[in-house]
C-alpha cells in the first residue's frame, strides 16, 4: 500500500477543528492542512498576534483565539467560551526541556504545558466533542520514570529532560485511560494518541543537547512531522490507537498505528494519574 500523505486527507467540509498552539511548529502545519480540506479551524495560541500573521494568506476557514494551555484560568475561559460542536481536539501544544519555572497556579510549566493543561481543556470540552481527541505525545515517553504521587515535581530535584519524558507519559496515559472512560459511557468518541517521530521544528530551541539541528537527514522534516496528527485526527482508527512514523524506531516517514511504550499500558497508573490530577485541578471529578 502506498504511504499515506497529506494528499490523502478526506474532505472535512462542516468539521470543526481546535488545534492547540496551531499558531507555529506542526501544529500550523496541520491546521494549514486541515483548512485546505475544508475544516473550520480554531487555533488556540497564547499569541494571538502572531498566530493571525501565521495563517495569513492561507486559504481556508480559520479562526485564532488565545489559548494558554500552561494557565488554568486560561484554560477555563476558553472552555467556558466555547459554543457548538467541536468535532475533533488535537492537544499538539508542548515545551521541552525549558528552565524551571512555575505558571501562576503554581504548576511546573513544562508539566503543565504538555500534560495538566490539556488535561483541564479536554475534560471541559469533553461535553462539546462529537467526534476524537488527538493528543500529541513523544517517544521520549518510553524512557519516563513518571512519579505519580510528585506528577508535578513538588518534592524532587528538578531534571529538564525527565519532566519532559514524564510529562508525555502522562499524555500517553491520561490519552488511555480517556478511551477506556468514553467506552464505558458508551460515548462514540475516540481518544487517540499521535507522536510525530523526530521533527525538526523549534522544539529544541532550549535543549542544549540539540541533536535535532545536527542530524536532520535522519529526522522527519515537519511536513512529515505533522502526518501522524493528520492520520489520527482524520482516519478510521481505534480509540486507543497510539499512531507514529513507519520509520527505523519511528523516527521518520509516514503515519501507522504503532504500540505505545509499555509503562503507557499501565492501566492502574492511569487511574491514579486521572485521579491525582483530578485532585491537583478539580478537573475530571
Ligand atoms: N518536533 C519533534 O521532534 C517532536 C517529537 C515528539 C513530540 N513532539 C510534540 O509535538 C508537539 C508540537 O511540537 P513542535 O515540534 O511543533 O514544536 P514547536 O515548533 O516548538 O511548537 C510548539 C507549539 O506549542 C505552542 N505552545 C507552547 N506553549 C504553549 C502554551 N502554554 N499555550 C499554547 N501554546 C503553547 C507553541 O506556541 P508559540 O508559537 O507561542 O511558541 C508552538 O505553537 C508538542 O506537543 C511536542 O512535544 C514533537
Same mark, same amino acid.
Given at each position: 500500500m502506498a504511504s499515506w500523505t497529506? @494528499? =490523502? /486527507? %478526506? =474532505?472535512? #467540509?462542516g468539521r470543526t477543528v481546535l488545534i492547540t498552539g496551531? *499558531? $507555529?511548529g506542526i501544529g500550523l502545519i496541520t491546521a494549514r492542512e486541515l483548512g485546505r480540506v475544508g475544516a473550520r479551524v480554531v487555533l488556540g495560541v497564547r499569541d494571538t498576534e502572531k498566530g493571525r500573521r501565521a495563517i495569513a494568506g492561507m486559504p481556508g476557514d480559520f479562526e485564532v483565539r488565545r489559548l494558554d494551555v500552561a494557565d488554568l484560568g486560561s484554560v477555563r475561559s476558553f472552555a467556558q467560551a466555547w459554543s457548538g460542536d467541536l468535532d475533533i481536539l488535537i492537544n499538539n501544544a508542548g515545551v521541552m526541556d525549558v528552565p524551571p519555572a512555575r505558571t501562576a497556579d503554581g504548576l511546573d510549566v513544562q508539566t503543565a504545558t504538555n500534560y495538566t493543561g490539556p488535561f483541564v481543556l479536554t475534560n471541559l470540552l469533553l461535553p462539546h466533542l462529537t467526534d476524537r481527541v488527538v493528543s500529541v505525545t513523544s517517544q521520549l515517553h518510553r524512557q519516563s520514570k513518571l512519579h505519580v504521587d510528585d506528577f508535578d515535581w513538588r518534592s524532587r530535584t528538578y531534571h529538564r529532560m525527565h519532566a519532559y519524558r514524564d510529562s508525555k507519559l502522562a499524555v500517553v496515559l491520561f490519552s488511555l485511560e480517556l478511551q477506556r472512560r468514553l467506552t464505558a459511557q458508551g460515548s462514540p468518541v475516540r481518544s487517540v494518541l499521535a507522536h510525530p *517521530?523526530?521533527? #525538526? #521544528?523549534? /522544539? @529544541?530551541?532550549? $535543549? $542544549? @543537547?540539540?541533536v535535532i539541528n545536527r542530524f536532520t537527514f535522519l529526522l522527519n522534516d515537519p511536513e512529515h512531522g505533522a502526518l501522524p496528527t493528520l492520520y489520527a485526527a482524520t482516519? =478510521?482508527? %481505534? *480509540?486507543?490507537a497510539y499512531v507514529g512514523p513507519d520509520g527505523f524506531g519511528s523516527i521518520k516517514g509516514h503515519p501507522t498505528v504503532r504500540r505505545p511504550g509499555r509503562a503507557g499500558l499501565d492501566e492502574a497508573k492511569a487511574q491514579d494519574l486521572w485521579r491525582a490530577t483530578a485532585e491537583l485541578t478539580g478537573a475530571g471529578r
Open positions: 497529506a @494528499a =490523502d /486527507l %478526506p =474532505d472535512m #467540509t496551531g *499558531g $507555529s *517521530g523526530i521533527a #525538526t #521544528t523549534s /522544539l @529544541a530551541a532550549h $535543549s $542544549s @543537547a540539540n482516519q =478510521d482508527v %481505534p *480509540g486507543n
